[in-house]
């Protein structure tokens, strides 16, 4: 069976600056993606990002960015110029290629200070 | 993005009766959907997939006859808590996977957050 780890329950960044999200997982499989999902106090869950594992290059979407590093089982979320917005629990997930069942860490809350 | 309705938001009962959580797919078709459960807290546990025109698969140690799940069209499938009890109280969520557009990602509800006195 599949599991996510998330090793940091909470972080703390300055503003502007940038903070690193870590997350590990388990799979026997070759085929997979792995997603973050951002939920502020509303909730809502919120895609931030995702990766096929068979794409070799980082996925980035503006601020965010990940490093996945395939071998080590390891994908990190990392973001830029951080903002009060963006404090929230941050969950990582690992969803297997031919299933839509997702399997989620236990969470990192993000704190942002002014 | 694709939208997923949950409904209710919030909703209080008293012990050993029913309540029903409806969750919709606004603009696409998901023949799969899923709930969770989340404490206060704590991550997002799945309970059970939904599948439409057939039975639900549950978790290990969710009761089935407790959650009572029904898939009855493309587009909604409900979590029916029987005999609630307090310790049934949580934040449910649903998300639904677009049929057409397979391999891409599920959306979620905006969850329900269940409250047995």
């Not at chain 1, 870590?22 to 869950?45: A, G, I, N």
């Not at chain 1, 979407?61 to 903002?83: G, H, P, T, Y």
């Not at chain 2, 009572?68 to 998300?95: G, K, M, Q, R, W």
């Amino acid at each position: 069976a599949q599991t996510v780890t998330q090793s940091q329950p909470e972080m703390s960044v300055q503003e502007a600056e940038t903070v690193t999200l870590s997350c590990t997982y388990d799979t026997s499989e070759s085929d997979y993606y792995l997603f973050w999902y951002k939920q502020p106090p509303s909730r809502q869950m919120i895609l931030v990002i995702r990766q096929e594992a068979y794409k070799q290059q980082n996925a980035t979407e503006n601020r965010f960015s990940v490093n996945f590093q395939k071998a080590a089982k390891s994908f990190s979320l990392k973001i830029s110029d951080s903002q009060l917005g963006d404090a929230a629990m941050y969950f990582c997930a690992y969803r297997s290629y031919n299933t839509d069942k997702l399997i989620f860490g236990t969470g990192t809350r993000l704190q942002v200070f002014p | 993005g694709a939208v997923v309705s949950q409904h209710p938001s919030w909703v209080i009962c008293k012990s050993g009766t029913s309540v029903k959580i409806e969750c919709r797919s606004l603009d696409f078709q998901a023949t799969t959907m899923f709930w969770y459960r989340q404490f206060p807290k704590q991550s997002l546990m799945l309970m059970a997939t939904s599948n439409e025109g057939s039975k639900a698969t549950y978790e290990q140690g969710v009761e089935k006859d407790k959650f009572l799940i029904n898939h009855a069209s493309l587009t909604l499938s409900t979590l029916t808590v029987t005999s609630a009890h307090p310790e049934d109280s949580s934040f449910y969520i649903c998300s639904a996977a677009n049929r057409d557009r397979r391999n891409t990602e599920a959306f979620f509800g905006q969850g329900t957050r269940l409250t047995v006195v």
